[in-house]
C-alpha cells in the first residue's frame, strides 16, 4: 500500500508559477513509477507528465511540454511538479499517482495509487 498526498496548489495569475509537491508513505517508494494528472470540471482525468523510478526517463503531454518540468528525490519519498507559464487551461485538480514498475502508461487506469488531488486555478 502507497499513500500519496499532495500540496502546493493554489490560485496564479495567468505566465505564474507553482511547485506541486507529492508526498508518499507505505511501500519503497523508489520502486515506483510516479505521474501527474489532472481533471478540469466536466472532463476527463488527462495525463500530464510521468517519471521513471530512477528519474531516468521523462515524458510529457505536448500541451505541457517546455513549461512544466517533473522530477523526484527518493530519499524524501516525494515527486514535484514545477509549473511555469502557466495558462487559464491549466485550470485543474491535479492529482499524482504511483504504479509498480518500470514503465509509466499515460492511461489513468494504468496506475495502481492515487492522492486526494489539489486545485490549480490560474486566472486571466
Known amino acids: 500500500q502507497v499513500q500519496l498526498v499532495e500540496s502546493g496548489g493554489g490560485l496564479v495569475q495567468a505566465g505564474g508559477s507553482l511547485r506541486l509537491s507529492c508526498a508518499a508513505s507505505?511501500?519503497?517508494?523508489?520502486?515506483?513509477?510516479m505521474g501527474w494528472f489532472r481533471q478540469a470540471p466536466g472532463k476527463e482525468r488527462e495525463f500530464v507528465a510521468a517519471?521513471?523510478?530512477?528519474?531516468?526517463?521523462?515524458y510529457y503531454v505536448d500541451s505541457v511540454k517546455g513549461r512544466f518540468t517533473i522530477s523526484r528525490d527518493n530519499a524524501k519519498n516525494t515527486v514535484y511538479l514545477q509549473m511555469n507559464s502557466l495558462k487559464p487551461e491549466d485550470t485543474a485538480v491535479y492529482y499524482c499517482?504511483?504504479?509498480?514498475?518500470?514503465?509509466?502508461?499515460?492511461?489513468?487506469?494504468?496506475?495502481?495509487?492515487w492522492g486526494q488531488g489539489t486545485q490549480v486555478t490560474v486566472s486571466s
Open positions: 499517482a504511483a504504479k509498480g514498475g518500470l514503465v509509466f502508461p499515460t492511461a489513468p487506469s494504468r496506475y495502481d495509487y
Open positions: 507505505g511501500r519503497t517508494f523508489s520502486r515506483y513509477a
Open positions: 517519471i521513471s523510478w530512477s528519474s531516468g526517463s521523462t
